[in-house]
């Protein structure tokens, strides 16, 4: 099996060192299907301040790199590898000696705020004690504290509201506070997995406007996991695709997005709307789906739906190189990345699915799976990002007041909740 054993994870040397390291994490679940190879060498890098995106669809490892990050893998886990904050080894640790290190320099948010809020006590006291956890400062000064974090996040009336239930609010409240626990050590990471998932997509965009407040008022560094490309444009300074257990392409939000250089990437843009067009533009979202995590992979993982595959991505897997510029941290795992890289998109057919005008165009491909690179368009900029939602420059954060109001008693936003995971 090819790791993603590399130097720089993509990732500029800063002054001091990143924050925190993973290096070829692999983490294994015995079943009785047989083992899950649920992350097969996964690399990466997190400096100070800095906002790293992973993403990928369902399945592809996000969540267990993340929860193998914070020890919070099933018992059933198989680790190998490293992971490091600040030079200190954190995978195999037991509970008690991650205590220090986990809510107070690293904190996580998690997509159900329902599940990391207590629905017995008050928000207030959930904030509180989160301080108290890492703080040596009295219950009311932690209350006092909780009121100014609620505050910070843009609960309005924090004063009244800090006595409320978690269920007094609706979701996208419930997710401020969750956020307002995140940020109440005064973290130096912040891993956060599909935040806004659970949210209609106008609350989306307040929640993720918060969570980039919280960045702006920690410094934190971010690890922010979606399968949603139009968040990570909004937040990311880099972006990590995964497929099948791997990173399969690192490099700058502008290298995934007008640069890409592997199919799965492309296959990821072509199924986001453009803002850079008359809305004609046909989705091209990638047939098929993911291969079965049991037992091990031949050749490139992405091969069954890849328009480019020919013998060789069928007999060996291809290793995460550098692509592009030879100063580039841009990596991809394709046997054909620079070309691909330069023949840009489209390379997957577009679909028919919202268009009275039949079936997209058939998919240019020659007899042995190689698309004519005379005939690939230039990539364009362009892609729709969450709404009311981008990359705001220093002196431009503001805090959103919520608007919505929760009625007690109210089933919150089960509707909402993602059937899937
Ligand atoms: N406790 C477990 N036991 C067995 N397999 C597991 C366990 N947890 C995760 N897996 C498997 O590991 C693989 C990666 O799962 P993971 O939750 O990391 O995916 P993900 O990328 O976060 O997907 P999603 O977008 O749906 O959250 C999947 O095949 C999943 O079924
Ligand atoms: S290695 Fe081959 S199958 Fe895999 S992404 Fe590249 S072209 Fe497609
Ligand atoms: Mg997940």
């Excluded at 060498?41 to 790199?65: H, M």
Aim: aromatic residues 4%.
């Amino acid at each position: 099996m090819a790791t993603t054993a590399f130097d720089q994870a993509g990732a500029p040397a800063r002054a001091g060192g990143p924050l925190l390291v993973v290096e070829d994490l692999e983490v294994d679940f015995k079943t009785a299907e047989g083992t899950v190879h649920a992350v097969r060498g996964v690399s990466l890098r997190l400096n100070p301040g800095e906002v790293l995106g992973i993403v990928g669809e369902s399945g592809s490892g996000k969540s267990v790199t993340a929860m193998a990050t914070m020890g919070l893998l099933a018992r059933s886990a198989v680790t190998r590898g490293s992971v490091r904050y600040r030079n200190e080894e954190l995978l195999h640790r037991r509970e008690k000696q991650l205590m220090p290190v986990r809510g107070k320099a690293i904190s996580m948010i998690f997509q159900d705020p329902m599940t990391s809020l207590n629905p017995v006590y008050s928000v207030g006291w959930q904030i509180a004690e989160a301080i108290r956890a890492h703080q040596d400062v009295s219950k009311e000064e932690a209350m006092r504290l909780a009121i100014e974090l609620l505050r910070k996040v843009g609960i309005p009336n924090p004063e009244e509201r800090v006595t409320s239930y978690p269920h007094e609010f609706s979701g996208g409240m419930r997710q401020r506070v969750v956020i307002a626990i995140a940020i109440a050590n005064n973290p130096e990471v912040i891993l956060a997995d599909e935040p806004t998932t659970a949210l209609d997509v106008t609350v989306q965009a307040q929640v993720l406007e918060t969570l980039r407040t919280a960045l702006q008022v920690t410094h934190a560094a971010l690890l922010l996991i979606t399968h949603d490309l139009g968040v990570i444009a909004g937040l990311a300074d880099r972006v990590l695709v995964m497929y099948a257990g791997r990173a399969v392409e690192v490099g700058t939000v502008d290298d995934i997005f007008y640069r890409p250089a592997m199919p799965y990437t492309i296959g990821l843009l072509g199924s986001l709307p453009r803002v850079d067009t008359d809305g004609s533009e046909l989705l091209r979202p990638i047939p098929g789906s993911p291969p079965s995590m049991v037992g091990e992979i031949a050749g490139c993982p992405f091969a069954p739906r890849c328009p480019r595959a020919v013998d060789i991505c069928w007999e060996s897997e291809p290793a995460l190189v550098p692509v592009g510029a030879a100063a580039s941290p841009h990596l991809s795992a394709c046997h054909f990345a620079e070309e691909v890289m330069r023949a840009g998109e489209p390379l997957f057919a577009a679909t028919s699915a919202d268009t009275e005008t039949g079936p997209g165009p058939e998919l240019d491909v020659d007899t042995d799976g190689h698309r004519p690179e005379h005939d690939m368009p230039s990539p364009e900029p362009g892609y729709v990002l969450a709404e009311g939602f981008g990359r705001a420059g220093p002196g431009e954060y503001e805090i959103p007041l919520m608007e919505e109001e929760a009625r007690p008693g109210e089933e919150p936003d089960a509707s909402r909740h993602r059937e899937e995971t």
